[in-house]
C-alpha cells in the first residue's frame, strides 16, 4: 500500500512552490528547503499561474474554518509538507497532530526542525499514519484528550478511489463517534470542475502529468456531481454543510485576478462532516 501511496509526494511539492508566492508563515523557506521548484518545471505555466490563487486560498480558508468550529484538537491527514501545524501551534491551547506516509513524514520533520525547536513545541506533533489503515488513525488520535476534535486535509480526497474513500470515510466515523468534532476539506470535486478549470487544450497534458506522478486518474474518480458527493457522505453516515472558501479569506476579493482565476476561486468549497446522530 505505502509504495503506491508515496509517490503522491510531488504534487504535495508542486503545492509548496505555488504556497512560497503567498503571505503564509514558513512556505517560502519550505519550498526552498524540498527544492519544489524543481518539481514545479514539470507542470505546465499556464497551469501553475491559475492555480496559486486556488491553493493559497484553498489553505487560507481552511485555517479560518478551524477556527471557527473552535475545538482545541487537530488531526491533519495527508499533511504532506504545508505548515498548516507549525502556523496552528503557534497557540499554545491548540493540539496538532499531523500526519503522512513515512518517507514524506520524515522529509516534513527535517523542514520543521530547520524552523523551529521541536521540543519547546509540545502541542505539535508529526505521525506518520496511511489514512487507509485503521490501526494507523487510531495511534495518531492517541495523543488527543476524549474532547472534540477537526480532522482536516487538504489535497487527498481526489487521490484515492472510490472503495478507498469509503475506507477513509469509515475511520473517520469511527474517530468523531469517540471524540466527537467535524471534519472539513477543500477536497469535494465533481467531474464538471475538470471540465470547468482545466481547459481542453491543457486539461489532456495537466491531468496526464498528474497522472503520471500519482499514479491516480483524478478526473475518472471525481464525483459525478454535487448529489453524488454529498449522498456519498450521507451513506457514511455524515451530516454535510458546504461554504464557499472566499467567504473566509474575504480579502481575496479585493485583489485583481485573470476572469478564470476569479471563476475559479468563487466556485471554491469547503465542505463540513458531521455524524448524523
Known amino acids: 500500500m505505502t509504495t503506491h501511496h508515496a509517490r503522491i509526494s510531488p504534487t504535495a511539492k508542486l503545492a509548496a512552490f505555488l504556497r512560497a508566492e503567498t503571505d503564509i508563515p514558513y512556505c517560502r523557506q519550505i519550498a526552498d528547503m524540498c527544492d519544489a ?9 499556464g497551469f501553475i499561474a491559475n492555480h496559486r490563487a486556488y491553493i493559497e486560498l484553498r489553505f487560507k480558508s481552511l485555517n479560518a474554518f478551524i477556527h471557527r468550529l473552535g475545538f482545541r484538537q487537530v488531526l491533519e ?34 523542514i520543521v526542525k530547520a524552523l523551529i525547536p521541536l521540543s519547546e513545541r509540545t502541542n505539535y506533533h508529526l505521525h506518520s499514519a496511511n489514512v487507509l489503515q485503521s490501526e494507523e488513525v487510531w495511534n495518531a488520535a492517541g495523543l488527543f484528550e476524549r474532547e472534540p476534535i477537526t480532522v482536516v486535509h487538504e489535497g487527498l480526497l481526489q487521490f484515492l478511489t472510490p472503495s478507498e474513500r469509503k475506507q477513509f470515510a469509515g475511520n473517520i466515523r469511527s474517530l468523531l463517534k469517540v471524540f466527537g468534532g467535524a471534519w472539513i476539506t477543500s477536497d469535494v470535486v465533481i467531474q464538471e470542475s475538470f471540465e470547468r478549470f482545466y481547459p481542453e487544450t491543457k486539461q489532456a497534458s495537466t491531468l496526464k502529468r498528474v497522472t503520471e506522478v500519482t499514479g491516480r486518474s483524478i478526473a475518472e474518480d471525481a464525483f459525478i456531481d454535487w448529489e453524488a458527493a454529498t449522498s456519498f457522505f450521507k451513506e457514511e453516515g455524515f451530516a454535510v454543510e458546504r461554504f464557499k472558501q472566499i467567504d473566509f479569506v474575504p480579502e481575496m476579493r479585493s485583489r485583481v485576478f485573470e476572469p478564470q482565476v476569479l471563476e475559479r476561486i468563487e466556485y471554491e468549497e469547503v465542505w463540513v462532516m458531521r455524524l448524523i446522530n
Open 37 to 45: 521548484e524543481e518539481v514545479s518545471r514539470t507542470f505546465d505555466p
Open 77 to 110: 491527514f495527508a499533511g504532506g509538507v504545508a505548515p498548516r501545524g507549525l502556523i496552528l501551534s503557534e497557540d499554545p491551547s491548540m493540539l496538532i497532530v499531523e500526519t503522512d506516509l513515512p518517507e514524506l513524514l520524515e522529509e516534513k520533520r527535517l
